[in-house]
């Protein structure tokens, strides 16, 4: 294969796939980012719950230290956006779906 021919194959495979590994791409960085925003609201969570097992069934015991962590205001924004670029990608990935679906016109019916 001559190097022209690979630069044509190339292009082609480009122009074929690149919507697709973009919409993949936003999918996936929203995807992390909620994920990601969600974990120390878990951890959160998971300490007032052996806090409460504590209270509850061993008092002499101390308890975890409290930690608050950032406001739920921003969990909240930091979410938001992660699921506006997950629907993006979805936008996309439908896009590129439609486009891929079209037939191209028949020339030779037109002739």
């Given at each position: 294969?001559?190097?022209?021919?690979?630069?044509?194959?190339?292009?082609?495979?480009?122009?074929?796939?690149?919507g697709a590994?973009?919409?993949?791409?936003?999918?996936?960085?929203?995807?992390?980012?909620?994920?990601?925003?969600?974990?120390?609201?878990?951890?959160?969570?998971?300490?007032?719950?052996?806090?409460?097992?504590?209270?509850?069934?061993?008092?002499?015991?101390?308890?975890?230290?409290?930690?608050?962590?950032?406001?739920?205001?921003?969990?909240?924004?930091?979410?938001?956006?992660?699921?506006?670029?997950?629907?993006?990608?979805i936008l996309?990935?439908?896009?590129?779906?439609?486009?891929?679906?079209?037939?191209?016109?028949?020339?030779?019916?037109?002739?």
């Amino acid at each position: 294969m001559n190097k022209q021919s690979r630069l044509h194959a190339g292009r082609r495979y480009l122009s074929e796939y690149c919507g697709a590994a973009i919409a993949a791409g936003l999918i996936f960085g929203g995807t992390y980012q909620v994920l990601n925003n969600l974990k120390e609201p878990i951890a959160i969570g998971i300490i007032l719950l052996i806090n409460a097992i504590i209270r509850t069934g061993f008092r002499g015991v101390p308890q975890l230290p409290d930690y608050a962590g950032m406001p739920w205001l921003l969990f909240v924004r930091f979410a938001a956006v992660g699921f506006v670029v997950m629907t993006v990608g979805i936008l996309v990935g439908l896009w590129v779906n439609m486009q891929s679906q079209r037939q191209p016109p028949d020339s030779e019916a037109n002739i």
